[in-house]
């Protein structure tokens, strides 16, 4: 597998769950590789072996049975169950099935618009405020004015900030069509639904700027409806969220 990262390397990876993706893409592409340049070779092989200079007749009835090919399926088969069962099923049994037990989670909302991320963060109290529809026109976010808990809730456009180390659970809605939150580096990529919300999490290993992309042809502005995750240490992170304390006043 060492072999194919050299040849073949995934952009820079910097969450916890990624790696179990990588593995799984090298595994799965790895498969299919060998399948590739298996049926090529034998693709080659039987256009010289069976050529019309030396078969001149049709004929169906040659060649003594091989039991090769009838070993080579039942071990594709097993191989792709192995892949599905040993690697991809528990995969997603932990990283997607089963939202995180760790007490300490950063729950953050992003609310996708044609063409812009809005960020939402519960503010120094850790509660959300109300949103609802009818308040879009007054804040982006839509939050409830009559709602003392949004008092201190932070609005962020295109910019996600997060603490390194620490497991980060977006929750993901939209305001108008079908968009999708890629974040490469974290091995992330969600739809972004109206109307219901969606859960991602991912856990960051590095500080740092990490680009986040719209990844559902959205409308015209699909292109530049990019955004950047700010992965900060705890500390930088916490005065951060001080400095923007009452942001939305
Ligand atoms: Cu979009």
Partial sequence: MDILKTIFPMPPLASVEGRDIDTLMYLIHGLILILFVGWAVYFIVVLIKFRKTNN??????????SKISTVVEWAVAALEFLLLFAFSIPFWAVHVAS?????NVLEIKVLAQQFAWNVHYAGPD???GRVGAKFLDDNPLGLDPNDPNGKDDIATMNQIYVPVNKVVMLSLTSKDVIHSLGIPAMRVKQDVIPGMATMVWFTPTQIGQFEIVCSQLCGLGHYRMRGVLNVLSQQDYDRWIKEQKGSND
């Fill in 56 to 65: 001149p007749k049709v004929q169906n009835t040659d060649s003594k049975a």
């Fill in 99 to 103: 939202k995180p037990e760790v007490k």
């Fill in 126 to 128: 850790g509660k959300f």
